[in-house]
């Protein structure tokens, strides 16, 4: 895996930001895969349906990316866009006269990678030595792997065809949910094409020749101080912990600095990569401590039902009570669909629901997100029927991915390469 220099995250206004937020405005919209506006519950049946020919048409034309279909240029000025493969043109089934014309431009040319090649371009967060460049080595084993600033640029460096795909962490064994990624699968319109499962293994790294009764400050990714609360008080350190961008960051940022009273907790590649000493291994409270990565892509992936699936949706509703929470969970529960994840996020447009003064007055209700992960792909039937009853439910429907489970078993230490239909044919 080569690392690029460190994509930073634009300076003033986005202008894209607006586009790629759903449901602006306070308002709920009702959407289907692509986003698009739909009615009942025979629609997005057939939503599904067409989707379904059309991404795997796409699928079967693609020559880029494997099994995954291409995406449509970013607008280019009027540049006329073409997927007809030049060599169809050079081989001469366009007749000889046409052998002296210029090439067509193809999207792979358009593209304005930092290191232009054939691997994938895989952005992630963070700087090398993070457990992101390696769940992204996992994920897309000989890829590109390009370090972002911040998650969000690692959102945009795939929308604006800097990165191919974007591998980004989105709960912890120990720690729990990364809520910040959760909030950014629903302003940002990519797609979840896999997931990998990363087990993390902590050290404790400090300066060369630096003693632990030296210490007062321990910096790390506040997830990674979580995991790791326990064994440090155990440890008996009088320290404090602060938090930082990124573990790797952490350690780079010590060794930067040459500070002797600090230390990071990082991996052990960090420590070879900028220098620096292990005072203790394996200081994560959980020795099963895992991360779930998830993969994301400018389009979907074909569904599939050949192996097991996973599917990721967000919903919200603006109807008083619980009970809608309940009878969305009961939409699979009677189709013997698991749940492997739920998830609420505040509502960003409507946290606060005042009710009216003839109602008392004095009542104020959160509003929620709810992100869903269920054990099923969205070639399955049974899947179909569960979204179209849970559409009925609900106000607002997004369906994040229907992707390959990460299948490895967790063991202690084990990095195996797992082999989705994304990542397989991306190396
Ligand atoms: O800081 C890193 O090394 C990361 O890759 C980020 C991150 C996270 O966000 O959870 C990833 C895995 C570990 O759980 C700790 C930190």
Redesign the pocket.
Known sequence: MAAASMIKAPVGQNPRLACQTPARGGGVVRCSLQGAVVGGRAEWQSSCAVLSSKVAALGAHSAINGHVAPAPAPPQNGAVLDLIPVSSIVNGDAGDGARNLPTPLRIVDLSPAPMHGSQLRVA???VP???????AGKAYPGCDAIPCDQFEVAFQAVELWIADRAV??VE?S??GS?HR?YDLLLRHRLHIVGEVQ?P?H?CLLALPGVRKECLTRVI?????LA?CEHTLTAMGLNVVREA???????AEYVAANGLRDTAAI??SR?AELYGMEVLADGIQDDCG?V?R?VMLAREPIVPRTDRPFKTSIVFAHDKEGTSVLFKVLSAFAFRDISLTKIESRPHRHRPIRLVDDANVGTAKHFEYMFYVDFQASLAEPRAQNALAEVQEYTSFLRVLGSYPMDMTPMTAGSSSTISSSDSSSSS
């Open positions: 992630y967060q963070g030595g993070a457990y992101s460049e390696k769940a980004l962490p912890n120990l720690g990364i990624n990363l993390v902590h790390s990714h506040p997830q990674a995991q930082f961008d990124d573990t790797a960051g952490a990082a991996s960090a401590n991360t990565f």
